[in-house]
């Protein structure tokens, strides 16, 4: 029966920890890099535009543009909306299309977008009785939010603070 050695003679072992001992160093002498790379592009800030209209009945009605560099009307505010607010993409034209991947959207938008869609949720509520203010919505174009009575003075305060 032949019997194991549990090392190897000294001079293999002397080798071994040369060959390890270069490797080590080499590593060490290796330069990190100075820069850091960015592995999440930063997102592009989206502009918002608040337009008040006024109509011959004396409503106020809210349109909205938003974009990068240039501004584009938002042509279905209440879906634009929704899809801010629930993280989806929204289509504006061929050159540009909102993405939560992609823009930025200040807080104090964020926060006119909240309050705007309370009161698409109010409207919604009131819109069967045909002698509310909502049931008289200007709804032959999307792209206007009418402003209720009461809350004129508190949008237009947050809007002037956007």
């Known amino acids: 029966m032949a019997t194991r050695r549990p090392y190897p003679p000294p001079s293999e072992a002397t080798r071994n920890y040369e060959a390890s001992n270069r490797f080590i160093q080499a590593l060490t002498s290796l330069q990190q890099p100075q820069a850091t790379v960015e592995l999440l592009p930063e997102k592009v800030p989206l502009h918002v535009e608040y337009y008040c209209v006024f109509s011959y009945a004396e409503y106020v009605y809210l349109e909205m543009k938003v974009g990068e560099k240039r501004c584009y009307v938002v042509k279905d505010a209440e879906g634009f909306l929704k899809a ?13 299309s909102y993405s939560p991947e992609t823009h930025q959207i200040q807080q104090q938008d964020l926060e006119i977008f909240e309050m705007l869609t309370d009161m698409y949720r109010n409207e919604s509520i009131y819109h ?6 909502y049931a008289q919505r200007h709804t032959e174009d999307k ?16 809007i002037g603070r956007a």
């Not at 801010?84 to 540009?96: D, E, H, M, P």
């Not at 069967?128 to 203010?133: G, I, W």
């Open 128 to 133: 069967d009785n045909h002698f509310s203010f």
């Open 84 to 96: 801010v607010l629930r993280g989806n993409s929204y289509f504006f034209t061929k050159n540009f």
């Open 143 to 158: 792209r206007y939010i009418r402003i209720a009575p009461l809350l004129v003075k508190k949008a237009f305060h947050q």
